[in-house]
T-cell receptor, first 114, second 110 residues
Framework: DTAVSQTPKYLVTQMGNDKSIKCEQN?????MYWYKQDSKKFLKIMFS???????INETVPNRFSPKSPDKAHLNLHINSLELGDSAVYFC?????????????FGPGTRLTVT | GESVGLHLPTLSVQEGDNSIINCAYS??????FIWYKQESGKGPQFIID?????DKRQGQRVTVLLNKTVKHLSLQIAATQPGDSAVYFC?????????FGTGTSLTVIP
């Protein structure tokens, strides 16, 4: 009965590789997000999708590309991984498009680039 | 005990004491605020929210206070318990944008 799930939980890879993180929510929410949390615990939004459409696209390198095949899934693909991409990536969902709505977070994916 | 958020300060309190975690937000136009709790190895979890037309809201053992004049938000936890040990984030929203503060790490001493 997991609300927001992410796979994998840990991802260790080398610089230059391409990797994907998957996210699924079974809450019936319309909006999903990707966040990056750095080593100092700072949480920064990267993307937001509402009903499969991109509504927030913060300034992130274009090596990061989200894909939403349906409103229950939002995957994150990262090309040409760099050391600075090492972080914990959180997926989240909310009933509405961000405003005046709490978000439900997944358990996170710890990405380590070596 | 008290703490100011924005550069991950730490706050240690004795079990049973009250905790106050502070947050300064950036945009006077922000109209909705949320406090999240993040336990080690987990994602943030909603605690309580408040809209800008209110200055106080109470939940179970938690109270959020909003001072729009000085753009300040606080989270008060009554009778702090070991399970309250976590990093606490405030988040502000305006339009479709929302931003998280850098968090405050709360440690409860048994």
């Amino acid at each position: 009965d997991t609300a927001v799930s992410q796979t994998p939980k840990y991802l260790v890879t080398q610089m230059g590789n391409d990797k994907s993180i998957k996210c699924e929510q079974n809450l019936g929410h319309d909006t999903m997000y990707w966040y990056k949390q750095d080593s100092k615990k700072f949480l920064k939004i990267m993307f937001s999708y509402n009903n499969k459409e991109l509504i927030i696209n913060e300034t992130v390198p274009n090596r990061f590309s989200p894909k939403s095949p349906d409103k229950a899934h939002l995957n994150l693909h990262i090309n040409s991984l760099e050391l600075g991409d090492s972080a914990v990536y959180f997926c989240a969902s909310s009933p509405f498009s961000g405003r005046t709505s709490e978000q439900y977070f997944g358990p996170g994916t710890r990405l380590t680039v070596t | 005990g008290e703490s100011v958020g924005l550069h991950l300060p730490t706050l240690s309190v004795q079990e049973g004491d009250n905790s106050i975690i502070n947050c300064a937000y950036s945009n006077s136009a922000s109209d909705y605020f949320i406090w999240y709790k993040q336990e080690s190895g987990k994602g943030p979890q909603f605690i309580i929210d408040i809209r800008s037309n209110m200055d106080k809201r109470q939940g179970q053992r938690v109270t959020v206070l909003l001072n729009k004049t000085v753009k300040h938000l606080s989270l008060q936890i009554a009778a702090t318990q070991p399970g309250d040990s976590a990093v606490y984030f405030c988040a502000e929203t305006y339009g479709n944008q929302f931003y998280f503060g850098t968090g405050t790490s709360l440690t409860v001493i048994p």
